[in-house]
């Protein structure tokens, strides 16, 4: 009975302590009914937003670069169409020699008519006639000639802006994508010298715990880290408007991202400076162009005077009247037209000699071109040279920061030295790598400036007209045999 009794006591308590805890009017669940389940309790889902589609990387080299400049250059779009207008004006000047065709109807009321007293009537008082002309010219004393000839020799000097147009599309390109690789590497050595001062953060407060070195350490290491952590987001924002810039050329999304190939160092070229030179003022398009276009001025001159020349054509006649007492309803007349101007108040005067003026003042430009170019080859070789130089310091003073920062860290390690000190070192190493990078971008951008400047064949297929592909296998053709200087893209 004891036992029983306790055991009372001790379930009267839990089920004292069970209603107790249960809060007042909390949810009781239903008993499931028998033989079947309880309808499991649904618990909203959060909705799960889509994000945005990641573009898959596009990795380019700097040949890809400059085939995709070419295919999405608008202003090749308008060096095209120029050519074609030039083309057309070309044929708009063989019009000269093309049979001419006119057509005239014409309706007369004549009061009173015309006739003989009591005879028939010579005029009637309605009077009506169609007439079709046909004239072809035999001989236009050098005005189809100088015509035809000033509108090919101008599309020649289209054809050499056109070039030079290309070559002006693939030096910019090539600058902007040596422009995004030193971006790059400039975050990479960011990011570099922020791991740098944070691992000295960390060392410098290990060993102020330890108190081999000052307080003043870690405040000095932790001002470098922050500085660091400045200079990479300043790296990465130049390195996304250089990438930018480069798409925008590609005309590709901002979003999309790319990765770009670096480039090989070779050794800039060793020539005679002075045949060069020569070479130059040979291919060079710009100095093409002018000089085409000298020619075709003068061509004009002749065609100004020759306005005022005699001209030989043949002329035939069909008209259909309404007969009258003098003349029949139909009528073929058949003229051999020989004209002479005798005076046009001196137009054609005038004109020549502004076009003589007009072919003074491209010969002065021509000659002033051509002394530019010269001075832009020998700035271009001696820059060249330089860059180069400049790479093999550069290099010699990052393997002397490297060894000195080496030593600093050592030193500061083992508290012989101050954080000044590695943190001098290692502003020095950044500053040599940097150094470095610059030295080679500039190299690049030498080169190529050095490539536009002789006017060398191009590094990719380009859409070139047939007329101007024609042309360079011509000029190729008839080179001397030696191996010329090529612009040749990493592959």
Known sequence: MNIQSKHCSLFAWA??????????????????????LAPPRQVPQEK????????????????????RTLSQAPSLEEGLARLRQRSHEIDEAYTLINPKASFQSQYQRIEPPVSFPG??????????????????????????????????????????????TLQELISGAADLYIRAL?????????EDQLAAQKANLKTSTLLAEQGVVARFDVLRTGAATSEAEQDLIEAKTSRELAIKQLKSVLNLNFQQPVDLQKLELTAPPQLDLEEKKTRVLEQRSDLRALRWAVEAARARVHLARSENSPSLSIQNQTVNRNATGLSPGTQNTTSLVFSIPLSDGGASKARALQAEAQVDQMLAQLE?????????????????????SSIQVTENNVSQAEEAARIAKLRYQNGLSTSVELLQAQADLSRARYSLNQAQASYHQAL???Y??????????????PEVRERLETARLESSGRSTLRIRAEQ
């Open 452 to 465: 536009r400047v002789g006017g060398e064949e191009f590094p990719v297929e380009v859409p070139l007209p």
């Open 182 to 190: 030193l971006a790059n590497d400039a975050v990479t050595i960011a």
């Open 15 to 36: 089920l004292f302590l069970i209603l107790s805890l249960t809060p007042a009017g909390a949810d009781v669940p239903e008993p499931a009914t028998p033989g079947l």
């Open 368 to 388: 002033n071109r051509e002394r530019q170019v010269m001075l832009e080859v020998e700035e271009a070789y001696a820059r060249l040279q330089d860059r180069w």
């Open 48 to 67: 799960v937003l889509p994000g945005p589609v990641q573009e898959p990387r596009i990795h380019f080299n700097l040949s890809q670069v400059l085939e």
């Open 119 to 164: 005879g028939p009537v010579i005029q009637p008082a309605d009077n009506y006639s169609f007439a079709l002309t046909l004239s072809q010219p035999i001989y236009t004393f050098g005005r189809l000639r100088y015509s035809t000839l000033a509108a090919k020799l101008s599309r020649r000097s289209e054809q050499e802006t056109y070039l030079r």
């Open 448 to 450: 190529w400036q050095w």
